[in-house]
């Protein structure tokens, strides 16, 4: 059984742990726990980015990276031509950087293979293009690694026009 998603004010005053949340605290998600409050562990988040759930295979679910949920929400922006579904679920996130690479690494072994799907995140450093078995990590800004990463993005089907993760 996972674990709900929420996002936004919390509506309820407790937890399944007895304790209490603030209202307005983000949630996160917790491997194999209940959800944790910023007040609980580092809220030092430096890397953020957005998940499309719908990238999930369902194969191999994403596990192992605490994500601290900033907003979750839905729009039909996918390109159906290439085997995307037409409504994606994007989840905000922020993450501590001491974790940038278990999350990679988790992503990458949990990104379904077909369909051109991809999660981008960043610190202020860096970026990070996670596909399926391949993860581009590169300085801000740096042209030749982005166009590395556009061109291999495009050989595995991701459509130009969502070659588009922040510079």
Known sequence: ??????????????????????????????????FVTPSEHNTEMSASGILIAESISKDSPFDGVELQVRKISRSDVGDVSARQPLTWTFIEFEVDEQVVVDLSEALSRS?????????????????????????????????????????YGQSVGVPEAQLDWPK
Do not use: H, K
Not at 3 to 14: H, I, K, Q
Not at 118 to 131: A, H, L, S
């Open 111 to 151: 990104i379904e293979p077909s369909g051109g799907w991809y999660c981008d995140f960043r610190t202020d450093e860096e970026t990070f293009v996670v596909f399926a078995g391949r993860v581009f990590r590169y300085p801000r800004g740096e042209a030749e690694s982005r166009a590395e990463a556009e061109a």
């Open 1 to 34: 059984m996972g674990l709900p998603l929420f996002a936004g004010p919390v509506a309820r005053t407790g937890c399944a742990e007895g304790g209490s949340w603030p209202r307005t605290s983000p949630l996160s998600l917790s491997p194999g726990g209940p």
